[in-house]
């Protein structure tokens, strides 16, 4: 399984919302520590306001915190949300498979439970998993680049 770019940098802004929950947190601050363009967070952040998992604040003195508690943002939930299609192959498509072999292709069934059992354990984890560190041990995990 391959996740997209949005979807990681959106768990990772998560996660650092998740460690540093006592204070708000601002885009600029998390493009920074991740290298990551801030036009691209921009858009991946608002993606999470949409869903529900960030709260943003506008004005001075503004910033984004969780919108919900850590252990209440499951990251298979996360993940859902932010991919834009989680077909595997072209026949996982509700329409337009043109493989030959689709009515009765064991390995569509084969990828379909792979894909099924990705999320469970993804669904078994939730932020507070992803956070149980302390802020030194993120900073050496996710390291200034």
């Known amino acids: 399984m391959y996740i997209t770019q949005h979807t990681d940098f959106a768990l990772r802004a998560l996660i650092y919302l998740g460690s540093n929950t006592d204070r708000l947190v601002t885009i600029q ?74 009515p009765g292709c064991k390995l569509k069934v084969g990828l379909s439970r792979a894909l099924a059992a990705f999320l469970k354990v993804l669904d078994e984890m939730t932020l507070a998993d992803l956070v149980g560190r302390s802020e030194r041990s993120i900073l050496t995990f996710f390291p200034v680049a």
């Open 29 to 102: 601050e998390i493009s920074d520590r991740f290298a990551v363009s801030r036009n691209h967070l921009m858009k991946v952040v608002n993606a999470l306001i949409r869903a529900g998992f960030v709260e943003g604040l506008r004005g001075k003195g503004g910033g984004l915190r969780l919108a919900r508690p850590p252990r209440q943002i499951v990251v298979g939930e996360v993940v859902r949300q932010m991919e834009p299609c989680m077909d595997l192959v072209e026949c996982f498509a509700a329409e337009g498979c043109q493989c030959i072999l689709d």
